[in-house]
């Protein structure tokens, strides 16, 4: 059973328009939430983070909101430019400041930003 | 500062021979982790170690031992490979179990 999980494979944006990537999630122990920006060839890099005590994040061009009702979070790149190209996984974890261990994440979105 | 490295990056082995990935951080960090990913299947913990001294299996372990040698190493080790463990291996490492996991550039391996 995927307890998180990012339902677009794909997304194909134009670049200086807002590139909007969506997780859900199932397990209402998760308390923060990460997303992962993925090249080809290399390991997943860290972009930005939020813990279920806040509904939104921002750093620079990416803002991650959270929506634990709707068990929802999503990440908003404004503007979105060619480097943003590549695949972007939503994580999930639960025990801040103690507790389970590793990372639970989604399958991944693979966005391409168009000229 | 090389943060999470991994060797090798490449490997192709034969149906049922051994070898070893090896992971090393140079960030201080007290978790490591051995994640795979397969096409279409995001990346799915085979085993951890919260703390040095520790180890425990993750979601997919069948096949695998892990080492945590030191705190600064942690390494994967397939005793009799099979064509399923063809796949991309990467190792992560965060400063405790709840942190930021920061992730090394992969291995790459086809059994064949």
């Known amino acids: 059973d995927q307890q998180v999980k990012q339902n677009s494979p794909s997304l194909s944006v134009q670049e200086g328009r807002i590139s909007i990537l969506n997780c859900d999630y199932t397990n209402s122990m998760f308390d923060y939430f990460l997303w992962y920006k993925k090249y080809p060839a290399e390991g997943p890099t860290f972009l930005i983070s939020?813990?279920?005590i806040k509904d939104k994040n921002e750093d620079g061009r990416f803002t991650v909101f959270l929506n634990k009702s709707a068990k929802h979070l999503s990440l908003h790149i404004v503007p979105s430019q060619p480097g943003d190209s590549a695949v972007y996984f939503c994580?999930?974890?639960w025990g801040l400041g103690g507790g389970a261990d590793g990372l639970t994440f989604g399958k991944g979105t693979h966005l391409i930003i168009q000229p | 500062n090389a943060g999470v490295t991994q060797t090798p990056k490449f490997q192709v082995l034969k149906t049922g021979q051994s070898m070893t990935l090896q992971c090393a951080q140079d960030m201080n960090h007290n978790s490591m982790y051995w994640y795979r990913q397969d096409p279409g299947m995001g990346l799915r913990l085979i085993y951890y170690s919260a703390s040095e001294g520790t180890t425990d299996k993750g979601e997919v372990p069948n096949g695998y031992n892990v080492s945590r040698l030191n705190k600064r190493e942690f390494s994967l080790r397939l005793e009799s490979a099979a064509p399923s463990q063809t796949s991309v291996y990467f190792c992560?490492?965060?400063?405790?179990?709840?942190?930021?996991?920061?992730f090394g550039p992969g291995t790459r391996l086809t059994v064949l």
């Open positions: 994580a999930a974890g």
């Open positions: 992560a490492s965060s400063y405790t179990n709840t942190d930021t996991q920061y």
């Open positions: 939020i813990s279920s």
